[in-house]
């Protein structure tokens, strides 16, 4: 079964699945940033679980532990994050939607990296050759 960015509960699981989120609370809390975040493109609303998840997980987080103590490394979800929003940025571009001010992947990525609005962050892609 092919992916439907149009039907809320599907994207509403999808959240869920990629943060591992179960309280009821947030559940609600999720349906309610999907439904505020939705593009608009060709095919009508589109809701942008990638970039929901991203943004659940960077509210979310009691992650940051030490894992060393000599020079003090921590272990966070920085990756992951940074990897649901180019998903969701790749998505996003690939069909044209128009999201609403002060959701875009691009500005939460920029924000992520402590890029400046004159120096955007650029996905790099990585091609392996086997």
């Known amino acids: 079964m092919a992916y439907d960015y149009s039907d809320l509960a599907q994207s509403k699981q999808l959240v869920i699945d990629l943060t591992g989120i179960t309280t ?6 999720i349906e309610q940033n999907l439904a505020d975040s939705a593009g608009q493109g060709a095919l009508g609303t589109t809701y942008r679980p990638y970039y ?8 979310n987080r009691p992650d940051q532990t030490i894992e060393a103590a000599d020079g003090a490394k921590f272990t966070n979800l ?4 940074q990897s649901l929003l180019e998903e969701q940025l790749a998505y996003d571009l690939a069909n044209d939607l ?16 402590g ?3 004159d120096s955007l962050y650029t996905p790099t892609m990585a091609i392996l050759v086997g």
């Open 78 to 81: 920085t990756t992951m994050i």
């Open 115 to 117: 890029c400046k609005n």
């Open 52 to 59: 929901v998840a991203a943004r659940q997980l960077q509210r």
């Open 24 to 29: 009821p609370l947030k559940a609600v809390l």
């Open 98 to 113: 128009v999201v609403p001010e002060g959701y875009g992947a691009q500005d939460a990525l920029n924000k992520l990296c």
